[in-house]
């Protein structure tokens, strides 16, 4: 939201479809200056070649800087590092906890509603959580002795 509070007043009009990995919905999203609305929308890409398409009009917009920065959302097409199965850590509280927010979890889906993974934590409450992206700032592998215990 960055591109809306520092160049809402020279966006006229915009709109798109982005395809985003996990989800078979279309993200449709349109707007005027800073006034923007979004979501998924009940059509599906079936079939079609899912791609991501958008318009900005208006003055004083850097074409490049565009691109680069919905190119920056852009999730590589490679393997997931954690597998269906996999013990991990996953972060689900501050840092400033004395386990620094990381909880041992068991991965029980990839590709999960748009998130890399769906968690289930490993302790009583067996609570399910998303790791929002497949990065060590998220969730990351289990050391031996956690899992063991």
Do not use: H
């Not at 927010?101 to 029980?108: E, P, Q, R, T, V």
């Not at 890399?116 to 067996?126: A, C, E, G, T, V």
């Amino acid at each position: 939201m960055t591109l809306l509070r520092e160049k809402g007043a020279d966006l006229f009009r915009y709109k798109g479809v982005l395809a985003c990995k996990g989800m078979a919905e279309k993200f449709i999203f349109q707007g005027v200056g800073m006034l923007f609305s979004g979501g998924f929308s009940p059509i599906e890409w079936g079939d079609e070649t899912r791609e991501c398409r958008f318009v900005f009009i208006g003055r004083n917009l850097d074409t490049k800087e565009l691109i680069a920065g919905v190119e920056a959302c852009k999730v590589e097409d490679r393997p997931l590092r954690f597998a269906v199965g996999d013990f991990v850590l996953a972060r689900v509280g501050p840092q400033s906890a004395p386990d620094g927010g990381w909880k041992l979890g068991k991965i029980l889906k990839q590709w999960d509603d748009g998130n890399p993974y769906r968690i289930q934590l490993q302790d009583r409450s067996k609570v399910e959580v998303w790791g929002p992206k497949d990065s060590d700032a998220f969730v990351r592998a289990a050391p031996t002795e956690k899992i063991a215990a």
